[in-house]
């Protein structure tokens, strides 16, 4: 698409509360370089899948506050933006291989769980409509599976802990829980254990040592001639 | 169709068609290519066969060697910093390891160094944007590894030699697809939530050019798990992290040429930092915010190859950067998301590509590039594309055919991401099809190495004290790396680089700081008259003004 082929259609938006005028369908984040920002923060895979955009806006004369991910979200007429480079939450430490996996740990590590009003302010402001506040009910509760379940596609975008009254750092503590799910309660895939034994035992040793003797002719008659699974 | 549909007309007119006939193509399935055909496709619609994208480089270790002009115009260019300005003698960050990256090759490094004996206060991981900012968590589809009785390591090297064209080095083959099962299992073990039946069976797909069904998933978030996983594990050992702040230079002992150190560049406040290692482990990634050809790209905004023109300048031996991966499936429409990756578990669980006619041109599961290929020849060699609002073309990849090949609910739990992705923009792919074309994806070559990780010089010999893993290098995959190998290169070459590098440490003192293989560069850049207004490394891509308005592709224009 270039201006010549398309007379572009433009907005305003405020960035930061300086006016811009930048064609309409951009990203939030594409506006703002069109407007002549370049990113340092606030800017990561551009691809809704790393949380690195976290974006406040209002739109016009509307009181509410909206959140998004800026490299997700298309720019409308009167938007007002603040980028949110950064949620200042401490990691705390812990070692994977000596904690149980149930919720009582969960909430031994982030006992700010259970200051949660379940006033749903995370759910609705979570750019992957993730149910944000069931999930840390579910820990309050017990059920560590469905936390991790409901939490499973969180991108770790934090908007949601800035607008927690309670201050609970929602993608730490999901982190855990996920990570106790899939090294103690999933089930160990057998199958996999065997074929690592077998390789420790030099099964395919001496024929990927051949095979990597092999002429390219050689190597193309056995490409070709495989078997597919289907 | 029963729900409002933000597409307009005429590719609604085209979607009727994809409708008309899904019944029938639910029963076909579309022949393999055969090898003659395969050649002649590529040659005549992929890319990388197109004479006037490339050119051999001028001077360095790998003089001689075809590259496309975006890389050429990196690595022939000048360092950004004067090597008389830089204080070598204040250290600012002084470790046993060094590694420059911090995604999924860069943290499995730092862990294995620690496993290893390394002190978590001894590693240091320098990185460009924020720990974790990178391809890596952008990969969606799966990781490979032969651990399912039918399915052997002999089958997936004999897959990965064959999708590479054969040009691949057959013993860094060997090492990735020997260690795969290790990898996912110690994965497994550190939490990584894969996608399994009640029994704690591995659920795994085909991928393009598998013969088996290999590709382990987390849904479609598996590269974000894997990260996710790894930065925690990172954060939990107390291994330090040094974010915003890339390397821009290697340093080495000018006596010995050992990679010593690097300097780093604070992207905030614009000063630099000595940073000295006993050894240094390079996990920068790829190249995709290059645009080659002036494609769009599934990348990471910090992708711009920075490792491999700091590791050139240090002597370092380049292969296979003639052979770009584009993805064959990039969003193509809505505008805003052009580019972005559509993961290749979508054709995995049967959706077929098909052109305006609603009929398929290819069998949706062979290699990358030849499904790029085909996809660029229906749209500008037989005119059988969509064409959008703004002039791209793409073709259908028919996604609701999944929900009625698996059920109801299939695409909403197996490609979150995918759903979620379009339904952002009003488009809901399991009653309609999406827009695709292919999209820059993957740097096949890059830095060469050999089993240990080592960097090897231009006579093949190892760099003292200089190690890499990940995108950044070359080899593993030839000239076409297939779906899922790239989740497993980071981890089995990021492991190795950690243990070989850990193993190096015990040995040496502490290096001699230099930049003479700086003065060195310059001296051959000048006497091959190249202009020193190019510089290098680009460290970010430039968006401003009209430049972020999305790339035209004209090249295949009738």
């Given at each position: 698409?270039?201006?010549?082929?398309?007379?572009?259609?433009?907005?305003?938006?405020?960035?930061?509360?300086?006016?811009?005028?930048?064609?309409?369908?951009?990203?939030?984040?594409?506006?703002?370089?069109?407007?002549?920002?370049?990113?340092?923060?606030?800017?990561?895979?551009?691809?809704?899948?790393?949380?690195?955009?976290?974006?406040?806006?209002?739109?016009?004369?509307?009181?509410?506050?909206?959140?998004?991910?800026?490299?997700?979200?298309?720019?409308?007429?009167?938007?007002?933006?603040?980028?949110?480079?950064?949620?200042?939450?401490?990691?705390?430490?812990?070692?994977?291989?000596?904690?149980?996996?149930?919720?009582?740990?969960?909430?031994?590590?982030?006992?700010?769980?259970?200051?949660c009003v379940a006033c749903n302010t995370c759910t609705k402001s979570c750019p992957q409509n993730l149910e944000v506040m069931d999930a840390i009910q579910s820990l309050i509760r017990g059920d560590l599976i469905k936390a991790a379940e409901l939490s499973f596609d969180c991108i770790a975008c934090g908007i949601c802990s800035m607008r927690c009254p309670a201050e609970i750092v929602h993608y730490q503590v999901f982190q855990l829980v996920r990570r106790l799910y899939g090294k103690y309660l999933a089930k160990k895939a057998k199958h996999l254990e065997?074929?690592?034994?077998?390789?420790?035992?030099?099964?395919?040793?001496?024929?990927?040592?051949?095979?990597?003797?092999?002429?390219?002719?050689?190597?193309?008659?056995?490409?070709?001639?495989?078997?597919?699974?289907? | 169709?029963?729900?409002?549909?933000?597409?307009?007309?005429?590719?609604?007119?085209?979607?009727?068609?994809?409708?008309?006939?899904?019944?029938?193509?639910?029963?076909?399935?579309?022949?393999?290519?055969?090898?003659?055909?395969?050649?002649?496709?590529?040659?005549?619609?992929?890319?990388?066969?197109?004479?006037?994208?490339?050119?051999?480089?001028?001077?360095?270790?790998?003089?001689?060697?075809?590259?496309?002009?975006?890389?050429?115009?990196?690595?022939?260019?000048?360092?950004?910093?004067?090597?008389?300005?830089?204080?070598?003698?204040?250290?600012?960050?002084?470790?046993?390891?060094?590694?420059?990256?911090?995604?999924?090759?860069?943290?499995?490094?730092?862990?294995?160094?620690?496993?290893?004996?390394?002190?978590?206060?001894?590693?240091?991981?320098?990185?460009?944007?924020?720990?974790?900012?990178?391809?890596?968590?952008?990969?969606?589809?799966?990781?490979?590894?032969?651990?399912?009785?039918?399915?052997?390591?002999?089958?997936?090297?004999?897959?990965?030699?064959?999708?590479?064209?054969?040009?691949?080095?057959?013993?860094?083959?060997?090492?990735?697809?020997?260690?795969?099962?290790?990898?996912?299992?110690?994965?497994?073990?550190?939490?990584?939530?894969?996608?399994?039946?009640?029994?704690?069976?591995?659920?795994?797909?085909?991928?393009?050019?598998?013969?088996?069904?290999?590709?382990?998933?987390?849904?479609?978030?598996?590269?974000?798990?894997?990260?996710?996983?790894?930065?925690?594990?990172?954060?939990?050992?107390?291994?330090?992290?040094?974010?915003?702040?890339?390397?821009?230079?290697?340093?080495?002992?000018?006596?010995?040429?050992?990679?010593?150190?690097?300097?780093?560049?604070?992207?905030?406040?614009?000063?630099?930092?000595?940073?000295?290692?006993?050894?240094?482990?390079?996990?920068?990634?790829?190249?995709?915010?290059?645009?080659?050809?002036?494609?769009?790209?599934?990348?990471?905004?910090?992708?711009?190859?920075?490792?491999?023109?700091?590791?050139?300048?240090?002597?370092?031996?380049?292969?296979?950067?003639?052979?770009?991966?584009?993805?064959?499936?990039?969003?193509?429409?809505?505008?805003?998301?052009?580019?972005?990756?559509?993961?290749?578990?979508?054709?995995?669980?049967?959706?077929?590509?098909?052109?305006?006619?609603?009929?398929?041109?290819?069998?949706?599961?062979?290699?990358?590039?030849?499904?790029?290929?085909?996809?660029?020849?229906?749209?500008?060699?037989?005119?059988?594309?969509?064409?959008?609002?703004?002039?791209?073309?793409?073709?259908?990849?028919?996604?609701?055919?999944?929900?009625?090949?698996?059920?109801?609910?299939?695409?909403?739990?197996?490609?979150?991401?995918?759903?979620?992705?379009?339904?952002?923009?009003?488009?809901?792919?399991?009653?309609?099809?999406?827009?695709?074309?292919?999209?820059?994806?993957?740097?096949?070559?890059?830095?060469?190495?050999?089993?240990?990780?080592?960097?090897?010089?231009?006579?093949?010999?190892?760099?003292?004290?200089?190690?890499?893993?990940?995108?950044?290098?070359?080899?593993?995959?030839?000239?076409?790396?297939?779906?899922?190998?790239?989740?497993?290169?980071?981890?089995?070459?990021?492991?190795?680089?950690?243990?070989?590098?850990?193993?190096?440490?015990?040995?040496?003192?502490?290096?001699?700081?230099?930049?003479?293989?700086?003065?060195?560069?310059?001296?051959?850049?000048?006497?091959?008259?190249?202009?020193?207004?190019?510089?290098?490394?680009?460290?970010l891509p430039e968006y401003r003004g009209e430049k972020v308005l999305s790339r035209a592709i004209s090249l295949f224009k009738l």
């Open positions: 698409m270039s201006n010549e082929e398309k007379k572009l259609k433009m907005v305003r938006i405020y960035i930061m509360g300086k006016m811009y005028e930048v064609p309409e369908g951009l990203t939030i984040m594409k506006a703002m370089e069109y407007a002549g920002y370049r990113f340092i923060r606030g800017c990561g895979c551009r691809g809704g899948f790393c949380g690195a955009c976290a974006t406040i806006y209002r739109i016009g004369n509307d009181y509410k506050l909206y959140t998004g991910l800026a490299c997700q979200t298309t720019v409308q007429d009167g938007m007002y933006l603040v980028q949110i480079p950064f949620v200042p939450a401490e990691k705390p430490k812990y070692n994977i291989e000596k904690l149980r996996p149930t919720a009582s740990t969960v909430l031994y590590i982030f006992p700010e769980i259970t200051r065997e074929r690592v034994n077998e390789i420790l035992q030099g099964k395919y040793a001496e024929e990927l040592e051949k095979l990597t003797k092999m002429s390219v002719e050689e190597l193309k008659k056995l490409y070709q001639s495989r078997e597919i699974e289907t | 169709m029963a729900h409002e549909s933000v597409y307009p007309e005429e590719m609604r007119e085209s979607i009727e068609k994809v409708e008309e006939t899904r019944d029938r193509r639910l029963k076909e399935a579309f022949r393999r290519i055969t090898p003659e055909e395969k050649d002649e496709l590529l040659r005549k619609w992929h890319p990388d066969f197109r004479p006037e994208g490339k050119r051999p480089l001028k001077i360095g270790p790998s003089k001689g060697l075809v590259v496309p002009h975006e890389v050429a115009d990196l690595i022939e260019a000048y360092p950004l910093i004067d090597p008389s300005q830089i204080d070598l003698s204040r250290i600012d960050y002084d470790v046993d390891i060094l590694i420059i990256g911090g995604g999924g090759a860069g943290a499995s490094a730092a862990l294995w160094a620690h496993n290893s004996g390394i002190p978590a206060e001894r590693i240091l991981i320098a990185t460009k944007l924020r720990f974790g900012d990178a391809n890596t968590k952008m990969a969606q589809g799966g990781i490979q590894a032969a651990d399912r009785p039918n399915d052997s390591p002999i089958l997936h090297f004999i897959d990965v030699m064959g999708g590479g064209h054969y040009a691949n080095k057959p013993e860094l083959v060997k090492t990735l697809v020997e260690n795969a099962p290790f990898i996912i299992k110690w994965l497994e073990d550190l939490g990584v939530m894969f996608d399994k039946d009640e029994e704690g069976n591995m659920i795994e797909l085909p991928g393009g050019g598998t013969c088996r069904k290999r590709l382990h998933a987390c849904k479609d978030y598996t590269g974000l798990e894997i990260m996710r996983v790894l930065m925690d594990e990172v954060l939990n050992r107390g291994i330090k992290v040094i974010e915003f702040s890339p390397a821009i230079e290697l340093l080495t002992d000018p006596d010995t040429g050992r990679v010593t150190g690097a300097v780093l560049w604070n992207l905030e406040t614009k000063e630099y930092y000595i940073a000295r290692g006993k050894a240094v482990i390079l996990t920068t990634g790829g190249f995709g915010r290059l645009h080659i050809q002036n494609f769009p790209t599934t990348n990471h905004y910090g992708a711009t190859m920075d490792g491999v023109v700091m590791a050139y300048r240090v002597g370092a031996r380049l292969r296979d950067l003639d052979a770009t991966q584009y993805h064959p499936t990039g969003a193509a429409y809505p505008e805003q998301i052009v580019g972005l990756l559509v993961t290749e578990k979508v054709r995995g669980l049967g959706a077929q590509l098909v052109n305006v006619d609603g009929e398929q041109f290819i069998y949706p599961l062979e290699p990358r590039d030849v499904v790029a290929a085909a996809i660029i020849r229906e749209c500008y060699g037989r005119n059988k594309g969509v064409v959008t609002p703004t002039g791209m073309r793409g073709v259908w990849l028919d996604t609701p055919m999944i929900e009625i090949i698996h059920g109801e609910g299939t695409i909403k739990k197996s490609l979150a991401a995918i759903y979620r992705m379009f339904s952002r923009f009003g488009i809901d792919p399991t009653k309609e099809p999406i827009l695709v074309f292919p999209t820059l994806h993957y740097m096949n070559g890059g830095v060469e190495i050999n089993v240990n990780a080592q960097v090897l010089n231009a006579k093949g010999e190892p760099i003292p004290g200089f190690f890499a893993a990940g995108e950044v290098c070359g080899g593993v995959h030839g000239k076409n790396r297939l779906m899922g190998n790239s989740l497993l290169e980071i981890t089995v070459f990021g492991r190795i680089a950690g243990i070989s590098a850990a193993k190096y440490v015990q040995n040496v003192e502490p290096g001699k700081l230099s930049l003479k293989h700086i003065e060195r560069y310059v001296e051959m850049l000048k006497e091959a008259k190249i202009p020193e207004t190019r510089k290098s490394p680009m460290i």
